[in-house]
């Protein structure tokens, strides 16, 4: 079956401005996370969705940083007033449910802030 | 706090060499998941195991091999045999089996070239 997809595959934007990121689950997974990837900090937790339940935010490096989850499935996450360090390739995983199954991630977006 | 370490950061072996890729993991929970992930040069993380804490049975999948010592808060990765194919980032990871543990946290990753 279908993999977790994300788009766009890259973003590149100018310092200041606000991006959307999407991710679609894998179908039937209740579970959904966002990671950030970055040559420093290498791979970084920063928001969890089960199903329709209020999410853990615990990651999220700024207020800046926000998602939301539509119908317990498509995820947005929005970064506003983008900064240089904001640049990293921001990686989406699903899972069965948020338990010890594994996750399983889609390509990811790479996003350059200028 | 939970802290995975994967001490090599970059390995090159030539094809057909066996190699070890090394994962030391911190907690105080006495419950808990590792992985293993991959990440070939196209980017998207692959999943190839997950063991539970209290099962310390090391497991074969073909050429992959891993080895799960409490003892020393170790999951260690062996690919016997090499091959190109095998080039990629791996990641060791912990996810915590508690009410509230949701996220994975990973190592920095040990990149493995495989030399033909």
């Known amino acids: 079956g279908a993999g977790v997809s994300q788009s766009p595959s890259n973003k590149v934007t100018e310092k200041g401005k606000d991006v959307e990121l999407r991710c679609d689950p894998i179908?039937?997974?209740?579970?959904l996370y966002w990671y950030r990837q970055s040559l420093g900090q290498g791979l970084e937790f920063l928001i969890y969705?089960?199903?329709?339940?209020?999410?853990?935010k615990s990651g999220l490096p700024s207020d800046r940083f926000s998602a939301e989850r539509t119908g317990g499935s498509v995820s947005t996450l929005t970064i506003q007033r983008t900064q240089q360090e904001d640049s990293a390739v921001y990686l989406c995983?699903?899972?069965?449910?948020?338990?010890?199954?594994?996750?399983?991630f889609g390509p990811g977006t790479r996003l350059t802030v200028l | 706090a939970q802290k995975v370490t994967q001490a090599q950061t970059e390995i090159s072996v030539v094809e057909k060499e066996d190699v070890t890729l090394d994962c030391v993991y911190e907690?105080?929970?006495?419950?808990?998941?590792l992985f293993w992930y991959k990440q070939p040069p196209s980017g998207e993380l692959v999943f190839l195991i997950r063991?539970?804490?209290?099962?310390?049975q090391n497991e074969i999948s073909g050429r992959y091999s891993w080895n799960f010592q409490k003892s020393t808060s170790s999951f260690n990765f062996t690919i016997t045999a090499s091959q190109v194919v095998d080039s990629a980032v791996y990641f060791c990871?912990?996810?915590?089996?508690?009410?509230?543990?949701?996220?994975?946290?990973f190592g920095k990753g040990t990149k493995l070239s495989v030399i033909p």
């Open positions: 179908s039937g997974h209740t579970a």
């Open positions: 063991r539970n804490s209290f099962d310390e």
């Open positions: 990871a912990l996810k915590l089996a508690g009410a509230g543990s949701y996220q994975l946290t």
């Open positions: 995983a699903s899972s069965t449910h948020g338990g010890a199954n594994e996750q399983f």
């Open positions: 969705f089960q199903g329709n339940s209020a999410p853990d």
């Open positions: 907690t105080r929970d006495t419950t808990y998941y």
